[in-house]
């Protein structure tokens, strides 16, 4: 029988109650023992935390049960906080691993189960396929087994530790940003944590500073106000309003478990990870004077790569997932890295992505610049070159994406929205390369019928025009794929 768990891009999700399980998630929690026994060189105990989502502290503590039955000692937080803080924990304490029980900036209905190394970052592709293969084998066969102390109104077993949050993270934040100038900035700010771990910590940060914060959608809420938590348009548009509304500089929002980040500009505009990225590259090299190579995912700027050249950076482009930047943080110093989709770190960080530690590292950017969102974006254009930028999800069957994605690849038009094609990429999907700098990206989702077609170009105009001849083209494929 074909093993129901399956790791993605970053971990493992799923339908709650459909196949995210207790049954599920014990078995998970076993093959994941089953990898941690294998580490060296660490304490042999791991760190977990959960996220707001429905049933997550039962899932985390069941996961935990199951761990300390293998013998290891476990410290699970007493309440939802950011995978970014379990991971920085783990590094900390040299434990041999951690586990998040959350499933991101998915739908309410999903939950997740991430695993995070020793070295405090995501499961790399080999580490998972460690975990994958011990479920295969049956992970010790509790598969459909109950561990004894498994009842949440059991006593937790005496190598399972509950803790709280502790100083050391943001101690560590605050080393690595220059707090005094942001704590005299007084900048005034909107913090959307779209219902998810990130809650107030943004907040409680800025208290003592002569910033001006205030929270909107803080409290937690497992169905996270009937919106999926990804920091992105369009739900960021409460968030938007809230801007400019309070006449405020920016406005910073986290995802589902505070990994990812949104900006919003002062005029309630989003910001997209693009051109985020691509400000934060300038800031840290030209103002904070740090050094190392780059790292983007294929659905990056083109702006990245003149930047990089720019300066005389090496750049390196990987497969989307920020666990494959994250990747290379582990054998080489990453000046920035990041992903489309909101996901931002630094080597000297963490080899993670951190939602709560880039948007104060955004704040650094404008406390340092003393100017707007917008004059920043256009201070770069003038520099760099203007480019714009969309995406869209279609929801269509698996074998209809991957149609889209393999005409690309074997036949592809000389011609597209009206430009050349200069060249498919394969890297991850078919990146179709046009001329006038501009191209259009089709990848489909291997776990969920879901293709995502991404698009940037110099104007606007630009970018709706391809991205309209990307849905026309993907129309004519039907349900079965077949034109």
């Given at each position: 029988?074909?093993?129901?768990?399956?790791?993605?891009?970053?971990?493992?999700?799923?339908?709650?109650a459909d196949t995210f399980t207790f049954e599920n998630v014990r078995a998970a929690a076993e093959a994941t023992a089953e990898y941690f026994k294998t580490v060296g060189g660490c304490e042999r105990a791991v760190f977990v935390g959960f996220d707001v989502r429905f049933q997550s502290k039962a899932f985390a503590q069941a996961a935990a049960?199951?761990?300390?039955?293998?013998?290891?000692?476990?410290?699970?937080?007493?309440?939802?906080?950011?995978?970014?803080?379990?991971?920085?924990?783990?590094?900390?304490?040299?434990?041999?691993?951690?586990?998040?029980?959350?499933?991101?900036?998915?739908?309410?209905?999903?939950?997740?189960?991430?695993?995070?190394?020793?070295?405090?970052?995501?499961?790399?592709?080999?580490?998972?396929?460690?975990?994958?293969?011990?479920?295969?084998?049956?992970?010790?066969?509790?598969?459909?087994?109950?561990?004894?102390?498994?009842?949440?109104?059991?006593?937790?077993?005496?190598?399972?530790?509950?803790?709280?949050?502790?100083?050391?993270?943001?101690?560590?934040?605050?080393?690595?940003?220059?707090?005094?100038?942001?704590?005299?900035?007084?900048?005034?700010?909107?913090?959307?944590?779209?219902?998810?771990?990130?809650?107030?910590?943004?907040?409680?940060?800025?208290?003592?500073?002569?910033?001006?914060?205030?929270?909107?959608?803080?409290?937690?809420?497992?169905?996270?106000?009937?919106?999926?938590?990804?920091?992105?348009?369009?739900?960021?548009?409460?968030?938007?309003?809230?801007?400019?509304?309070?006449?405020?500089?920016?406005?910073?929002?986290?995802?589902?478990?505070?990994?990812?980040?949104?900006?919003?500009?002062?005029?309630?505009?989003?910001?997209?990870?693009?051109?985020?990225?691509?400000?934060?590259?300038?800031?840290?090299?030209?103002?904070?004077?740090?050094?190392?190579?780059?790292?983007?995912?294929?659905?990056?700027?083109?702006?990245?790569?003149?930047?990089?050249?720019?300066?005389?950076?090496?750049?390196?482009?990987?497969?989307?997932?920020?666990?494959?930047?994250?990747e290379l943080m582990l054998d080489r110093e990453i000046l920035i890295g990041g992903e489309e989709s909101g996901g931002i770190g630094l080597s000297r960080h963490l080899p993670e992505r951190d939602g709560i530690f880039i948007n104060l590292l955004f704040l650094d950017l404008l406390a340092a610049s003393g100017k707007t969102c917008t004059?920043?974006?256009?201070?770069?254009?003038?520099?760099?070159?203007?480019?714009?930028?969309?995406?869209?999800?279609?929801?269509?069957p698996i074998e209809t994406g991957n149609a889209v994605v393999a005409k690309w690849r074997t036949d592809p038009p000389s011609t597209f929205a009206g430009r050349r094609v200069q060249d498919v990429g394969k890297l991850d999907g078919s990146k179709v390369f046009l001329e006038k700098d501009s191209w259009i990206l089709f990848r489909q989702?291997?776990?969920?019928?879901?293709?995502?077609?991404?698009?940037?170009?110099?104007?606007?105009?630009?970018?709706?025009?391809?991205?309209?001849?990307?849905?026309?083209?993907?129309?004519?494929?039907?349900?079965?794929?077949?034109?």
């Open positions: 029988m074909t093993s129901p768990i399956k790791f993605g891009t970053d971990g493992w999700r799923a339908v709650i049960e199951v761990i300390a039955a293998n013998g290891f000692r476990v410290v699970m937080l007493d309440r939802p906080y950011p995978t970014p803080y379990v991971s920085f924990e783990v590094r900390r304490r040299k434990f041999v691993g951690g586990i998040m029980i959350t499933a991101s900036h998915n739908p309410p209905a999903f939950n997740g189960f991430k695993v995070k190394a020793h070295f405090g970052g995501s499961a790399t592709p080999a580490i998972t396929a460690k975990i994958e293969a011990a479920l295969s084998a049956g992970a010790g066969g509790t598969r459909g087994q109950t561990p004894a102390g498994s009842d949440p109104l059991s006593p937790p077993p005496r190598q399972l530790e509950t803790v709280g949050p502790e100083k050391f993270y943001f101690e560590h934040l605050k080393s690595l940003l220059d707090w005094d100038r942001i704590s005299k900035s007084k900048l005034k700010i909107v913090v959307d944590s779209l219902h998810g771990c990130g809650g107030y910590i943004l907040e409680e940060l800025l208290r003592d500073t002569t910033c001006t914060v205030r929270t909107i959608r803080g409290n937690p809420d497992p169905l996270f106000g009937g919106i999926h938590p990804e920091p992105m348009m369009p739900q960021l548009e409460p968030l938007g309003e809230a801007v400019r509304n309070s006449g405020s500089h920016v406005g910073l929002a986290t995802d589902g478990d505070a990994d990812r980040l949104g900006i919003v500009d002062e005029n309630g505009q989003y910001v997209n990870t693009l051109l985020t990225l691509s400000l934060l590259l300038l800031h840290v090299y030209r103002t904070r004077g740090w050094r190392g190579a780059v790292a983007r995912t294929y659905s990056q700027s083109l702006l990245i790569p003149r930047i990089a050249r720019t300066f005389g950076l090496e750049l390196y482009e990987c497969p989307i997932g920020f666990k494959n930047i994250g004059g920043l974006i256009h201070d770069m254009w003038k520099e760099f070159g203007e480019f714009h930028y969309d995406r869209r999800d279609l929801h269509v989702s291997g776990t969920e019928p879901l293709l995502r077609v991404y698009c940037e170009a110099p104007t606007q105009p630009a970018v709706a025009e391809i991205m309209a001849a990307g849905l026309q083209f993907v129309e004519q494929f039907g349900s079965d794929g077949v034109i």
